[in-house]
């Protein structure tokens, strides 16, 4: 069982940058897909940015060019950094891994941007 640890959210400024951190448990090596989901209050949980096993990126439209995914195999990791941070990026932030036998989500940090 993986389990999947953020840390890096918080409040910041319309225009600042955060750098969010997924830390894995076990080896991510396996799963051909991690990505971050969010979801604001109200709304359904949606895909922000994904990447591969063998590092192709994907993001949602309004995001592009504003956040880039990574990730270390090697460390475990995959790190979203997000600048140019706009009110209406607000939401709970969720790490997400998909192996061929299973998915796992982790439990979710707070990012708050003012106006």
């Known amino acids: 069982q993986v389990q999947l640890v953020e840390s890096g959210g918080g409040l910041v400024q319309a225009g600042g940058s955060l750098r969010l951190s997924c830390a894995a448990s076990?080896?991510?090596?396996?799963?051909?897909?991690m990505g971050w989901y969010r979801q604001a209050p109200g709304k359904q949980r949606e895909l922000v940015a994904r990447?591969?096993?063998?590092?192709?990126?994907n993001y949602r439209d309004s995001v592009k060019g504003r956040f880039t995914i990574s990730r270390d195999n090697a460390k475990n990791t995959v790190i979203l950094q997000m600048n140019s941070l706009k009110p209406e990026d607000t939401a709970v932030y969720y790490c997400?891994?998909?192996?061929?036998?299973?998915?796992?989500w982790g439990q979710g940090t707070q990012v708050t941007v003012s106006s």
């Open positions: 076990g080896s991510i090596f396996s799963f051909n897909y």
């Open positions: 990447i591969t096993n063998g590092g192709r990126t």
């Open positions: 997400n891994a998909i192996s061929p036998q299973d998915e796992y």
